[in-house]
């Protein structure tokens, strides 16, 4: 068991979540004072770190296979790659 920095509500290790302060101290919260200290509750922000983590490899993935389509097939695949890798960068985006 641990308690909260903030709050000193006795939280379990699940519940714990780890808050860096503004000097790069670390300090170990509950989820009513992240949600306090973040103005966004820890699952909206764990979505939001997801999906964005997502999207990345999705666009990293996009390009890999644009440059691959670019050097195989040449430009206009390529071309059309890097279209499609905007197209879901953008959409996305729109989800969030
Ligand atoms: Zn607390």
Redesign the pocket.
């Known amino acids: 068991m641990l308690t ?1 920095q ?4 006795v939280i379990t290790e699940k519940e714990a979540l780890v808050h860096k302060e503004a000097k790069n101290e670390q300090s170990i ?2 989820p ?2 992240f949600k306090a200290a973040t103005g966004v509750d820890y699952k909206t922000f764990a979505f939001r770190k997801e999906s964005a983590k997502q999207t990345f490899f999705a666009v990293i993935f996009c390009l890999a296979a644009t440059i691959y389509a670019f050097i195989e097939k040449g430009p206009i695949y390529g071309v059309f790659g890097i279209a499609a890798t905007i197209l879901i960068y953008l959409f996305a985006s729109k989800v969030k």
Do not use: F
């Open positions: 909260c903030k709050c000193g509500k919260i509950c009513d004072c």
